[in-house]
């Protein structure tokens, strides 16, 4: 019997589901992460409704899924690190260019950001009930790292670790660009896997 905001929705826009339900624990059937306690918080704290566009899940490297435009390619010895767009996480620099794949370094980045931009272009559509008011972009949440941090299977994470900084500096800038809210707060949280 959980409570279920009306005053606040959920925007589930990772992997081009697009799913949209007022605020509880259970608006994806009880799978759900740390939008659970921000969200009732920020619902609460603020008098106007409250959107969570959720874009993100587990599992995605900032080096190299979520990599924004602008990130370039780094050499560390003999390997070369992709840059955005680039369709190989790493290749040894003989090799030259990196191979031409499906997947590549940012595709993530591109795929929400278009969602993102399609809900608040048709904002009207998807909430008509607050169409009169409009929408603002309050600031962006972060809850992400731990695939930039140990070893997750892919032999790169000490790499993608000493790089994380500056790409989640490159996020932020990339992202208040993106939207045009150049002031916007940006809050980071890590989780502590193992005790890190």
């Not at 992460?33 to 490297?61: C, Q």
């Not at 932020?172 to 193992?194: C, M, S």
Request: aromatic share 16%.
């Amino acid at each position: 019997e959980w409570i279920v905001r009306k005053d606040a929705h959920v925007n589930n826009t990772y992997m081009g589901k697009g799913s949209d339900a007022p605020f509880s624990p259970m608006w994806r059937g009880g799978t759900f992460g740390p939008e659970v306690g921000f969200g009732y918080v920020a619902a609460t704290y603020h008098d106007s409704p409250v959107i969570l566009m959720k874009v993100d899940i587990g599992n995605r490297s900032l080096a190299w899924d979520i990599l924004p435009p602008g990130s370039e390619r780094y050499q560390i010895g003999d390997t070369m690190y992709a840059g955005y767009g680039d369709g190989q996480s790493s290749w040894p620099v003989a090799q030259g260019e990196p191979k031409k794949g499906g997947w590549y370094a940012g595709k993530q980045y591109d795929e929400y950001t278009a969602r993102i931009h399609d809900v608040l272009d048709n904002f009207a559509t998807e909430y008509p009930d607050w169409a009169a008011q409009g929408y603002e972009i309050a600031g962006f949440v972060w809850w992400q790292g731990h695939w930039d941090g140990g070893e997750q299977g892919t032999g790169t994470a000490s790499v993608y670790a000493n790089r994380y900084e500056g790409n989640l500096v490159n996020l932020i800038n990339t992202l208040r660009t993106e939207f045009n809210v150049p002031d916007a707060p940006f809050v980071v949280a890590t989780v502590g896997f193992g005790g890190g």
